[in-house]
């Protein structure tokens, strides 16, 4: 999804943000949860985006929401608040104290509102407070894992009451892949494991199961996404990773002043315009490729100066080998191998081999 800023799927991560940031505070957009902006994508039938919910700049905040990104960013400050009180409960450090006071005012004003919105905060927070006492006297997998299912049923059933059983198994899909991915950690600390007090559960084919469970009942796009997402966690995929551009620095300043041109052709500007446009996009599409390529205008290109995202492609210095060819390996790029790769961006053209066959020739 990196990258794809016009895509649905890109919309909805960014917009999620945005509307965390503009309800909650600019320090809350930290707790974004990627299972809420799931969420708020299954209550979305057609949302209709303004150019603030786009991420060509990460600080500019839409006045205006679609009614599931506000639920979904409600409902994410509330959970997060409940995960640290748990990390405090468990820990004690002064660490998970002070983070939960960095917070406490988003929560506070969180909560407020999906009290008013006739949610049973406090049945969920009695629902939550038992993870603890099942634990310690755990009696199976699907025990320990029902306040996480119970939970998400609540959060997702008060969005839609059709999503319930969507979100019961989205609950425990979710408890059991955390359990996955901590299991060498919680092994290390002693922390509890519901993989590890339960052995004789295959954690895989337990999440492979949950995963096909709700494959059925989800938008087709969703469900590839969420198939996708499971299996490169698990380990059965790779991760898509976009790869060190081999060009030389002169090719791809040549190649960024050629971008530069055309953005200053597009916007039709005059003298002192297009020396401004020549110097600033010439200068972001060196360093930034992938993002400046997909801005329409000047005032896009300039905009990701403060795009959080734009950062990180620029410090993301290090070469990574590229994947070794495996058969039958599925590939998840949307469309022709640029959108997953990047190699379009670098090279400027596709150049995949038979066009996303998960084999990248970036040359």
């Known amino acids: 999804m990196f990258g794809l800023m016009k895509r649905a799927d890109r919309l909805a991560y960014c917009g999620s943000c945005k509307t965390i ?10 707790l974004l949860n990627h299972d809420l902006v799931f969420l708020g994508e299954l209550l979305m039938k057609n949302p209709e985006w303004g150019p603030a919910h786009r991420s060509f700049n990460c600080m500019a905040m839409p ?11 409600t409902v ?3 959970l997060a608040h409940f995960q640290i009180d748990d990390q405090v409960a468990d820990s004690g450090q002064w660490q998970w104290k002070a983070i939960k006071r960095f917070f406490s005012p988003a929560y506070r ?12 905060v406090d049945e969920l927070t009695n629902l939550l407070a038992t993870q603890n006492v099942r634990e310690r006297s755990a009696v199976s997998l699907g025990d320990v894992a029902e306040p996480t299912a119970s ?5 997702f059933a008060h969005g839609a009451s059709e999503l319930a059983s969507v979100g019961r198994r ?12 901590d299991r060498a950690r919680d092994a290390k600390t002693g922390d509890f494991n519901a993989l590890l007090a339960f052995p004789q559960v295959d954690g895989r084919a337990e999440i492979l199961a949950a995963v096909a469970s709700l494959e059925k009942d989800l938008p087709p796009h969703l469900a590839e996404r969420l198939r996708t997402n499971v299996e490169e966690r698990l380990g059965m995929r790779l991760r898509v990773v976009h790869r060190a551009c081999k060009k030389s620095a002169r090719e791809r300043w040549r190649t960024a002043v050629e971008f530069a041109r055309s953005m200053k052709e597009r916007e039709r500007a005059g003298l002192l315009k297009g020396v401004a446009i020549l110097a600033t996009v010439s200068v972001l599409a060196f360093y930034a490729p992938h993002p400046i390529r ?12 403060m795009n959080l995202m734009a950062f ?14 495996k058969s039958g390996l599925r590939s998840s790029c949307a469309g022709c191998c640029g959108d997953s790769y990047g190699c379009g961006d670098c090279c400027g053209e596709c150049c995949c081999e038979a066009c996303c066959d998960s084999v990248c020739h970036c040359g």
Do not use: C, N
Request: proline share 6%.
């Open 21 to 30: 940031g503009a309800m909650y505070g600019q320090r809350a957009r930290l």
């Open 63 to 73: 006045k205006q929401h679609p009614a599931a990104l506000q639920y979904a960013a």
């Open 76 to 78: 994410a400050i509330v």
């Open 109 to 120: 004003k969180a909560a407020a509102d999906l009290r008013a919105s006739g949610f049973p």
């Open 151 to 155: 939970a998400t049923e609540m959060v």
């Open 170 to 181: 989205f609950g425990y899909l979710v408890y059991v892949l955390d359990a996955w991915e």
């Open 294 to 305: 997909s801005a329409e205008s000047w005032k896009q290109s300039f905009g990701l100066v």
């Open 312 to 325: 990180g492609v620029i410090f993301a210095t290090v070469p990574v080998p590229g994947p070794e060819k």
